[in-house]
């Protein structure tokens, strides 16, 4: 039995404006330490990560659950996906709409169904299946939501690279959530879940729900979430990248920077990705202004940063 365990969380890789860099901190801090928590008892790493995830995605402040960003035709579509290192087993959600938990639906799927991906209609069809609580698109918009997607209707230069490059004074933003954790028992798990991008057309699945790219997990090297613009990140499969340089003998610090990196050299991406590997190291890189991070580590230390 492995004794260590750990867990590493993000809010979103973009530019983060002053006034709302506070709320990604304590949302993520809490996030984390929920997550911990759930170890602490005893708890496995993918109870840990869906817990933090579905903590995050209750907090408006983040593109997740309620408060995900409206796509073009002021719908909310949302992406998820979680995976387990042992077994890589994975459960992935896209372009679902009117869940609150698209982590919880993604672990349900791959607990319960013979399938690993479900989108949009067909994936609301097992929600409901599976008796799990539906809401309405106002339940998950905020006011500042449909304000924002009202202003960026107006905008007619409106490109959303800008985002996560930067764009002073434009608009206020908000993040992605993911998380990586590892437990007592030596397993590793990981999990991301976004309402993607603002003004996305309908029916667009970003990174954070396709294997690999949003995340990856195997226990004999690493788990790994990433966030940023998926149509870059999903060009270079970030987090199976990071996950390979790490069995390759890196560390989960120098595999995330040499994939962001390649993200920026190969593509011009902008993004960010969180690691962790089965001994409990932890890395993390982003070429955003910003990325919200937070972790507890194997010693129980807290660390929350923007
Ligand atoms: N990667 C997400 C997407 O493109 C957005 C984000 O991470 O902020 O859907």
Redesign the pocket.
């Known amino acids: 039995m492995n004794m260590s365990y750990a867990i590493i969380v993000h809010g979103?890789?973009?530019d983060i404006p002053l006034d709302e860099q506070e709320g990604h901190k304590v949302g993520c801090l809490k996030a984390a330490r929920l997550g911990y928590h759930f170890m602490d008892e005893g708890g496995s790493a993918l109870n840990a990560v869906e817990v933090a995830v579905r903590s995050m995605e209750e907090d408006p402040v983040f593109?997740a659950g309620r408060g995900s960003f409206l796509n073009s035709e002021a719908d909310v579509e949302m992406?998820a996906m979680i995976m387990e290192g042992k077994n890589l087993d994975f459960g992935s959600v896209a372009a679902v709409q009117s869940i609150s938990h698209p982590v919880t639906l993604a672990r349900r799927i791959m607990e319960t169904s013979p399938h690993c991906m479900l989108v949009g209609e067909g994936a609301l069809k097992f929600a409901r299946s599976i008796c799990m609580e539906t809401v309405t698109t106002a339940e998950l918009l905020t006011n500042k939501e449909f304000e924002r997607w009202k202003r960026i209707k107006a905008d007619r230069d409106y490109q959303v690279r800008r985002?996560?490059e930067g764009d002073p004074g434009k608009l206020e933003k908000?993040?992605?959530v993911?998380a990586v954790a590892l437990d007592r028992y030596g397993l590793i798990a990981a999990a991301?879940s976004?309402?993607?991008?603002p003004n996305?057309l309908p029916g667009?699945?970003?990174?954070?729900p396709i294997v690999g790219c949003?995340a990856y997990a195997d226990n004999d090297s690493a788990g790994v979430s990433?966030?940023?613009?998926?149509?870059s990140?999903?060009k270079v499969i970030p987090a199976r990248r990071v996950c390979d340089s790490v069995k390759n003998g890196m560390t989960p610090l120098d595999a995330s920077i040499e994939t962001i990196q390649y993200l920026k050299r190969r593509v011009n991406g902008l993004?960010?990705v969180i690691a962790l590997d089965h001994k409990g190291h932890m890395g993390y890189a982003f070429n955003t202004p910003h990325m919200a991070c937070a972790s507890v580590d194997v010693n129980g230390k807290a660390t929350v940063f923007i």
Request: no cysteine; hydrophobic share 25%.
């Open positions: 979103g890789a973009w593109d992406d985002i996560f908000r993040g992605t993911g991301t976004t309402g993607g991008t996305k667009r699945v970003g990174d954070s949003g990433t966030t940023g613009l998926g149509e990140l999903m993004g960010g």
